[in-house]
């Protein structure tokens, strides 16, 4: 089974406080953490575990900058067989139909029985998958935590519906999956794994290698458009204890106590 | 004036929340909207929520095929670019439904898409701003969406306050013009999520542990705490993906609604799918040593602090009592 794993590079939610820049109209991006995509590990675990049962290879894609490679080889390090960068100033500022339509170009020069997407990103869209796949015409499931092939022309797919129930579905080959956290446990990568693919050479294509007109994607042909970012105001905030840590755990304890929480 | 559609969402014959959030929501794209309400289902039960729906709505259009006898994606995608104008502006509820349906829905219909939205602040020049977040909620964005061509929006469940409508309105039915609805991808089974050891939604006082617990190891801190507290030990999500606690422990839309007293928020950034799990107003309790996490934005009374050493301190002065 050959399969293609569209994954990203973003800022690392865990690793990082959030700042704006001084002009208030994007993040303070110099001292950002980046990683892959939280939910693409999962999808690339997914795909290679595929791969060890019934044979086939495993590409990782990425749409980005030079810097993107990073995520790539760590993919790679994982046990992905191949990646390829799509990279080309005509694809900034893309919206979601943008990255899909980049990604379209790719898709439909190889021949891949299964593209894995992660759920979602650090825009928390979760739009390229559906997007993909209504554009290539093919069957699509998203927060996918099963995978069960059948045979050679049909899956069987789990979905996380809410309640944490599971939906399950029969869908014809090929399609695209948007793989939820959790569907299994993606492997360690060591400093080791990932010089061992330090070398292998990954192609870069541009819009002109992937045939795709530069005014559909980037931020010529975007309808959705960020202006700026804001540190949200959701509610009033709670109120903060401060002082000592015993001055925090006898206030703590009355409030507690007040509000039922303690006999 | 703008036309706007709403795709309402139900189940068992009744329509879910998000039917009385949608109209907050339009008057925020345009006071003046005329909305119209689309149902997709079959049989008796699409007939009562369509009826019902009459209350809120001008114009409600039915859908009704047995092939939509449960929300299939891919066969709803069909039945609403048949009945559908290619330039109408449709909002959907950002759930497990919603985001499974409309990316695709916003391809086949050649129009804009915007997920997940918590606000609308109107239309200028054709184009629609609204707000999003992202990052895990740590930051949100003003958007611009170009509508001039049709839209696809999914709103965030929630986020806009109900309100009761008096339309005394009307069903339209469409099904007739639903087309093909053959589908490659055939909808099989519900598979029922198992109870687990404990029922965490039976409990008063809930410790709820998250990513600031780091290790398995240390879920035991936690578990002397509830202990000490008479509570049970609950989770977010990233605690239950890396196996540390069983899926009947986790709150959230995708895990167990929870309506306690109080909930302790222990290390739990406070994403919205997680919040989205509690119900009932409880008082909350936020320690987190990241002082910008969003729980405490939401919570009751906030701590900022490392989990590992203030669970101890606290269980001992509990105990000690």
């Known amino acids: ?42 999808a690339v675990e997914e795909a290679i575990q595929i791969v060890d049962n019934v044979g086939g290879n495993v590409t990782v894609v990425t ?6 490679e990073e995520v790539l080889r760590r993919e790679m390090a994982m046990g992905a067989n191949s990646g390829i960068l799509l990279s080309d100033d005509a694809f900034e500022g893309s919206d979601g139909k943008g990255i899909a339509t980049i990604l379209k170009g790719e898709v439909q020069k190889g021949k891949y029985d299964l593209i894995l997407t992660g759920a979602q990103a ?18 699509y499931a998203s927060l996918v935590n099963k995978i069960e092939i059948v045979n050679d022309t049909k899956i069987k797919v789990g979905r996380e519906i809410e309640g944490g129930n599971q939906e399950l579905n029969e869908i014809e080959l090929p399609c695209v999956l948007s793989i939820q956290t959790g569907i299994n446990e ?17 192609p870069v294509k ?24 804001f540190v949200p105001v959701l509610g009033e905030g709670a109120e903060m204890l401060e002082g000592s840590t015993d001055e925090i755990i006898a206030q703590l304890i009355e409030r507690i106590k007040s509000k039922g929480g303690l006999a | 004036m703008t036309q706007i559609f709403v795709y309402v969402t139900h189940k068992a014959g009744v329509a879910d929340d998000i039917a009385s959030e949608y ?9 003046a909207a005329t909305v119209t309400a689309v149902v997709t289902g079959s049989g008796s039960d699409l007939d009562k929520v369509a009826e019902s729906l009459t209350s809120k709505y ?9 092939a939509l006898a449960y929300p299939n994606a891919e066969v709803i995608r069909k039945a609403l670019c048949n009945v559908l104008d290619k330039s109408a502006i449709l909002l959907a509820p950002h759930d497990t439904l919603g985001m499974d349906l409309c990316p695709g829905l916003s391809i086949k219909m050649d129009s804009a898409f915007a997920a997940d939205v918590v606000d609308f602040e109107g239309v200028d020049g054709g184009k629609l701003k609204l707000i999003r977040q992202e990052l895990g909620g740590a930051v949100s964005t003003h958007v611009t969406c170009d509508i001039s061509n049709g839209a696809v929006i999914t709103i965030r469940p929630g986020a806009f306050a109900p309100v009761d409508g008096a339309a005394g309105g009307k069903v339209t039915d469409k099904s007739a013009q639903a087309g093909d609805l053959s589908a490659k991808r055939r909808f099989l089974e519900v598979l029922q999520a198992e109870m687990g050891d404990v029922d965490i939604t039976k409990s008063d006082v809930l410790v709820s542990v998250g990513r600031g617990i780091q290790e398995q190891e240390n879920i035991a801190i936690a578990e002397e705490l509830a202990e000490a507290m008479g509570a049970v030990v609950s989770c977010s999500r990233p605690i239950v993906d890396a196996k540390w606690l069983e899926k009947s422990r986790q709150v959230g839309t995708s895990g167990k609604t929870v309506k306690p007293k109080v909930y302790m928020a222990m290390g739990i950034s406070g994403s919205f799918q997680h919040m ?16 910008k996490a969003p729980i405490f934005q939401v919570a009751d009374l906030g701590i900022v602090t490392d989990i590992l050493e203030f669970m101890p301190a606290l269980t001992e002065a509990i105990k000690s009592l």
Request: aromatic share 4%; hydrophobic share 40%.
């Open chain 2, 58 to 66: 001008g114009e409600v259009i039915k859908i009704s095929n047995e």
């Open chain 1, 1 to 42: 089974m050959e399969i293609l794993v569209c994954v990203k590079r973003v800022p690392d939610t865990a690793e990082n406080e959030f700042q704006l820049n001084s002009a208030g109209n994007d993040l303070d991006r110099d001292d950002l953490v980046y990683s892959v995509n939280e939910w693409d590990n999962y």
């Open chain 1, 122 to 139: 650090d825009a928390a869209a979760g739009q390229v998958g559906g997007m993909l796949a209504a554009m290539l015409d093919l069957p």
């Open chain 2, 23 to 31: 109209i907050a929501a339009t008057k925020k794209i345009d006071s």
């Open chain 2, 276 to 291: 989205g799990g509690i119900k009932g107003n409880p008082y909350i309790v936020a320690v987190n040593k990241n002082p």
């Open chain 1, 63 to 68: 749409v980005g900058d030079s810097e993107s």
């Open chain 1, 206 to 229: 541009n819009a002109a290698a992937l045939g795709i007109d530069p005014s559909s994607v980037g931020e010529a042909g975007a309808k959705v458009n960020r202006v700026d970012y």
């Open chain 1, 186 to 202: 993606p492997r360690y990568v060591g400093i080791r794994g990932i010089r061992k693919v330090a070398q292998v050479e990954i």
